[in-house]
């Protein structure tokens, strides 16, 4: 898979940069002809239409589209051009929501959370609302990137945050050409400094789980099994620990799809995702547990209906309105995208889900 490492979609004026032609993608063939069946009709076959959510227990919080990575799988596009960022006084209504959700996680992602220029003022304060579980979605890079993010292990021991890291694979190779030249290294660097201050250790309340993405086309081995065969590797190879390895899907949003589309494998993937679709897995996707939040403040059901503009279908739908029974009084917005959560064990941000 090629990567473009200095520019996302929309710096590049790409046609997918534009959410309404991904939509078109999505809606087209092989479903508009028939081949395929709308992913409405396949969980109406089953009874699951209307999707409605289950009890709230994450709040996902999407700071900001800048990264210092320009990774080729992205659903979000992002990198170092995205100028969209959230703001303190965004971030000052979502601590209110915090303190008085009945969520016990919250979930900071981006981008890259930590290029958020408030992101250590809203780590300290949100750490006193005292969440549960608080994961930063880190891509272990940025903590090399310069000089002002070496400090970040110590940081994130300071508040107990929860680390989920990119790491697609165990070789320099296969990692490098999904997510850019030189990030396997600065990686496993990251992932050493984390192990020094407690990450990730055998019998360690500092947890840090590893994220998986295919690098191509096809769906995610067993998850069990690539997270014994990680640790295996990279403790043997670097001595390095961690604690779960979360294997996620692709879906077919923004830079995923781009390269789809440019490989002619758009087809194929959509074949595989249908093929492998698993009613078991569509009982526990994202969507029925979490409210994704946006950079500007915009409610989703979730991080990937965030990246096509699908905001929650309520009379809530700006973080400044939050009302979380009206909330969860709602009816789940769905597209074709959505194959890719409930295909073979299903997939969401903490991994399988069947």
Not at 190 to 205: K, T
Not at 226 to 237: F, V
């Amino acid at each position: 898979m090629a990567v473009n490492t200095t520019k996302s979609l929309k710096n590049r004026d790409a046609d997918l940069a534009n959410i309404n032609k991904q939509m078109e993608v999505l809606n087209g063939a092989p479903f508009s002809n028939g081949e395929l069946p709308y992913f409405a009709k396949k969980i109406k076959e089953i009874g699951q239409l209307p999707m409605r959510p289950n009890k709230l227990e994450i709040l996902q919080v999407n700071v900001g589209y800048m990264c210092n990575q320009v990774c080729a799988h992205c659903h979000v596009d992002a990198g170092p051009d995205r100028k969209e960022i959230m703001t303190r006084d965004t971030m000052r209504l979502i601590l209110d929501v915090v303190k008085k959700s009945g969520a016990h996680t919250l979930d900071l992602t981006g981008g890259a959370p930590e290029m958020n220029p408030d992101f250590r003022w809203f780590v300290e304060q949100a750490a006193e609302a005292g969440i549960q579980d608080f994961i930063v979605r880190s891509n272990l890079t940025i903590i090399r990137a310069n000089p002002k993010y070496h400090d970040l292990p110590d940081f994130f021991k300071k508040h107990n945050i929860h680390v989920v890291s990119s790491m697609p694979h165990w070789t320099k190779g296969k990692t490098d050409k999904q997510r850019g030249d030189g990030v396997f290294d600065k990686s496993i660097k990251a992932l050493q400094e984390l192990n020094e201050r407690g990450y990730g250790m055998p019998g360690s309340d500092l947890k840090l789980d590893l994220v998986y993405n295919p690098n191509g086309a096809y769906l995610p081995g067993d998850q069990a099994s690539m997270e014994k065969e990680m640790k295996a590797a990279l403790s043997a190879d670097f001595d390095i620990h961690f604690h779960s390895l979360f294997a996620i899907t692709n879906l077919p949003i923004a830079r995923f799809l781009d390269y789809l589309v440019a490989s002619e494998n758009y087809e194929d993937y959509m074949y595989a995702l249908v093929e492998a679709y698993n009613p078991a897995a569509v009982e526990n996707v994202m969507c029925k547990n979490t409210i994704s939040i946006s950079w500007d403040g915009w409610l989703y059901d979730c991080d990937f209906n965030q990246m096509l503009d699908l905001k929650v279908d309520n009379k809530i739908q700006h973080i400044k309105d939050y009302n979380e029974d009206l909330l969860n009084d709602r009816t789940i917005q769905i597209s074709q995208h959505c194959y890719g959560c409930t295909a073979g064990a299903g997939s969401s941000c903490q991994g399988v889900v069947a």
